[in-house]
């Protein structure tokens, strides 16, 4: 019980990472608040939770609206107390170079992926724990290393990684006893990456098999490994690190 009497908020709690975080904390202790876009996802994930003997709420979230940032606060705030631990989880992917993603793709992901992630922290520090908070942005292996087909992605993710920098900075010559770290997941079997997989039709299979040629361990990673990560960040264990990068990739990176 590494979260016991805990107060956890995961966005995009409704499916893949966010959803094992959500799983895997909660049964470490925490009371989880599982934001999504859709309800019923959300729903099914506190379901979960509650049969396995934990505590969690489904809240409706879009994380790219200020007013939901307040609502959704306000109401976690409300019926549990101050937050412990914040997971930035929610994320888009649009494919596309940097000839031919539209500027409207490039908003919709940064709009999710970046200011979602600012729009989470600037809502949650004032009602953190001090000290003792912890945030914790997921970006990617993608905000690290570039890939040609991921111009909007790669940005959103960049973002991410050294906003979580300056945010750590911030909390720690403010002295609010908040740590704030990044997750940079390598390939993991989510509905993003089989989405992802789908859209390239025929070209998968071939896609499929060179991203694993060029993972070192062999294979994708799941997301329990990721929600692994997570609840390092979110526990004691984790007590000396700020504005630092967990990279979760098999490898992937260390070429
Ligand atoms: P996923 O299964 O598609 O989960 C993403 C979740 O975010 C979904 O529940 C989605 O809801 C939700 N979401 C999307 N837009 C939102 C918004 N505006 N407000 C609130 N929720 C929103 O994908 P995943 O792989 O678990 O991704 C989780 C995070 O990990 C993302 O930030 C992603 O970029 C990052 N990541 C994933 C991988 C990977 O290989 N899978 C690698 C590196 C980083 P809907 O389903 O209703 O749209």
Redo the contacts with the bound molecule.
């Keep these: 019980m590494r979260l016991q009497n805990k107060t956890v908020l995961v966005?995009?709690g409704?499916?893949?990472?966010?959803e094992a975080t959500s799983v895997r904390l909660a049964a470490e202790g925490a009371r989880v608040a599982v934001?999504?876009?859709?309800e019923s996802?959300a729903q099914r994930v506190v379901a979960n939770i509650s049969d396995a003997g934990g505590t969690a709420m489904a809240l409706v979230?879009?994380?790219?609206l200020e007013s939901e940032w307040e609502e959704t606060v306000a109401t976690v705030t409300d019926q549990w107390g101050e937050i412990d631990v914040l997971v930035n989880?929610?994320?888009?992917?649009r494919p596309g170079n940097v000839e031919e993603a539209t500027l409207a793709d490039w908003r919709f992901v940064n709009s999710?992926?970046s200011e979602?992630v600012f729009l989470g922290m600037r809502a949650c520090i004032p009602k953190m724990r001090k000290p003792g908070g912890s945030i914790i942005n997921?970006?990617?292996?993608?905000g690290i290393v570039g890939d040609p087909l991921l111009i909007a992605y790669n940005a959103s993710?960049a973002a991410v990684r050294t906003m979580t920098k300056s945010a750590a900075l911030h909390c720690a010559e403010a002295g609010h006893g908040i740590r704030v770290n990044s997750i940079h997941?390598?390939?993991?079997e989510?509905?993003?990456?089989a989405d992802g997989l789908a859209a390239m039709g025929d070209a998968a299979a071939e896609f499929h098999q060179r991203i694993i040629a060029a993972i070192p361990v062999g294979h994708l990673g799941q997301?329990m490994d990721i929600a692994n990560a997570a609840l390092f960040l979110a526990s004691e264990e984790s007590s000396y690190m700020t504005g630092s990068e967990l990279v979760v990739d098999g490898g992937y990176t260390a070429h």
Excluded: C
């Design positions: 966005t995009g409704g499916s893949g990472i966010g934001t999504d876009l859709v996802a979230q879009d994380v790219t989880n929610a994320g888009v992917a999710v992926n979602g997921i970006s990617s292996i993608e993710k997941p390598g390939f993991i989510t509905a993003m990456v997301a």
